[in-house]
């Protein structure tokens, strides 16, 4: 079982900037990769940016309308990722939830219990 811990959400306006957190433990965390997907109202969750184990190290990929403005990171010893989230927009607004899969034959998902960003227009 894994739990994980998230921080950072709260009220920007547009423009501004916020910084998720995600600390996760229970189990190994350095080869399994580690990100972010929000919810909005009356929507489905949807994919923000995560980070990817390999054997040369973390890679990151980010839906398109993150690619710019939002930049995901990830601790050496695997348990924490952050999520630099600039020039946000009202549309950016959701319920933001950290996200550890686990690959294999049998893929497992754990997911926090997010946090709330919303940006005022």
């Known amino acids: 079982q894994v739990q994980m811990v998230e921080s950072g959400g709260g009220v920007v306006q547009a423009g501004g900037s916020l910084r998720l957190s995600c600390v996760a433990s229970?189990?190994?965390?350095?080869?399994?990769?580690m990100g972010w997907y929000r919810q909005a109202p009356g929507k489905e969750r949807e994919f923000v940016a995560m980070?990817?184990?390999?054997?040369?190290?973390?890679?990151?990929d980010y839906d398109d309308f993150a690619k710019d403005r939002f930049t995901i990171s990830r601790e050496n010893a695997g348990n924490a990722t952050y999520q630099e989230m600039n020039r946000l927009k009202p549309e950016d607004t959701a319920i933001y939830y950290c996200?550890?899969?686990?690959?294999?034959?049998?893929?497992?998902?754990?997911w926090g219990q997010g946090t709330q960003v919303t940006v005022s227009s």
């Open positions: 996200n550890v899969h686990v690959p294999g034959t049998v893929p497992i998902d754990y």
């Open positions: 229970g189990r190994t965390l350095v080869n399994v990769d």
């Open positions: 980070t990817r184990w390999t054997w040369r190290g973390y890679t990151s």
